[in-house]
């Protein structure tokens, strides 16, 4: 089944050669074609150029895009939207001025869901779930990373994980799965928090790989969260059984968590709020892929991570949702950019590079996702009537996506 789109505005993010990541001052640059066609086969993009080149022979399905946009879909390297209810409550307390620390301290954040996730059936915790990805698909998303970490117990992380699988075979998005067991301290583990980092190594983590429920693994290695130490033996032990590491680091803290991450050649090392020059250092001596959550920042009215600080080092950037309902109640990839632009003064290409290319790398895709390149997956969609690509962080809070296609097919 070949599918034409024809007339394109620009086809942007384009790629001859696969390239693995976008870093430092190429990060300002977005190849783009205007005026393109995009040839699709089956589930894989297998041509395009400018319209003077435009195949003449009559395909199985055209499409007139009508002088817009065409971009790759984004890729959502850091989630955890399998969680139930909601946390408005802590949100108001927030408000009034309890930190997210204070929050936790006294049972609130991380502990809240897990105490919901734990009762909730695989059902009910599956069914909110894919109602999330399918209002992030209509946002732009192709491909989402999704976190455990609301389990607790073993029983209710392999519950999550399990969700996590189902969604990956009944969604059309390209789905990546990561073992949290070390997202926070069970209540009863509060005196003993190298207990329960005993029983992530020795009971979760065999099981989780014996059911091959995991791409990933990640830890909140932060301060009152898990030490550098506790977090070095956990990815030791995950990487012995292929789950490679991708973890939250220096949100609240110069943790130590980007050096441990790097230590073991993580995919990614993601929040970095507190990270100096030391942390650029390491990170600029590794094939680590810095991600920012521009959203939690956001939400819990943080201090900014330094990306142009990162970017003149010649560093890459990542930037994903983080939808969790503490920290950043939304999956919707376009507010990052906005977020990324007016926050963190990234260009709207800087910020596309980061929500694409280097996210695709943040979750280990960017080998069929995260550009318009021959052989990747189609995945990718038409923009409504917009002027320019800067409008897309521009025109903040509405949706500019017109037309969604996934694996070829046309979703939305
Ligand atoms: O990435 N920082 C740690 N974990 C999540 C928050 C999860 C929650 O508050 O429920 C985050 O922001
Ligand atoms: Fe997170």
Not at 2 to 14: A, C, E, G, P, R
Not at 159 to 180: A, D, Q
């Amino acid at each position: 089944m070949k599918t034409l789109i024809k007339n394109i505005k620009s086809l942007v993010q384009v790629e001859d050669k696969k390239r693995l990541a976008v870093c430092g001052e190429d990060m300002a640059k977005l190849p783009s074609i205007d005026n393109a066609y995009l040839l699709v086969n089956d589930d894989k993009i297998e041509d395009f150029g400018t319209m003077n080149d435009c195949p003449k022979e009559k395909f199985d399905k055209e499409i007139d895009a009508k002088n817009r946009f065409v971009l790759p879909s984004f890729c959502d390297s850091h989630t955890h939207l399998v969680y139930s209810g909601s946390r408005e409550i802590e949100y108001i307390d927030k408000i009034k001025g309890l930190s997210y620390e204070e929050i936790a301290k006294r049972g609130g954040g991380i502990v809240n869901s897990a105490l919901r996730v734990q009762k909730a059936s695989e059902e009910e915790l599956y069914d909110d779930a894919m109602q999330r990805l399918n209002s992030m698909i209509k946002m732009g998303t192709g491909a989402v990373e999704i976190k455990s970490g609301y389990g607790f117990t073993t029983e209710a992380e392999l519950k999550m994980l399990r969700v996590i699988k189902k969604l990956k075979e009944n969604s059309p998005l390209t789905i990546k799965s990561t073992f949290l067991g070390a997202h926070g301290v069970p209540l009863e583990y509060r005196d003993n928090v190298d207990g329960f980092v005993d029983k992530v190594i020795n009971e979760m983590i065999p099981k989780v790989a014996q059911e091959n429920l995991a791409e990933f693994i990640d830890v909140f290695c932060d301060k009152g969260f898990f030490t550098v130490e506790q977090t070095d033996r956990m990815l030791f032990a995950g990487m012995k059984y292929g789950l490679k590491p991708k973890i939250h680091a220096n949100e609240l803290d110069y943790s130590g968590g980007i050096e441990v991450g790097v230590k073991y050649n993580a995919l990614s090392v993601d929040h970095l709020e507190y990270t100096g020059k030391k942390e650029i250092a390491c990170l600029k001596a590794s094939q680590t892929m810095p991600t920012i959550l521009p959203g939690a920042a956001f939400f819990l009215n943080m201090k900014y991570c330094p990306a142009r600080d990162m970017i003149m080092a010649g560093l890459p950037i990542a930037m994903a949702s983080d939808f969790n309902p503490g920290s950043s109640p939304s999956g919707n990839m376009q507010l990052i950019l906005t977020f990324a632009c007016v926050n963190y003064k990234l260009t709207p290409q800087e910020a596309l590079n980061a929500t694409t290319m280097n996210s695709a790398y943040a979750m280990d895709v960017v080998d069929e996702l995260g550009s318009i390149c021959k052989g990747k997956k189609a995945n990718f969609y038409i923009t409504k009537d917009i002027p320019t690509i800067e409008y897309m962080p521009y025109f903040y809070g509405e949706n500019k996506i017109d037309r969604v296609f996934l694996n070829g097919k046309e979703i939305v």
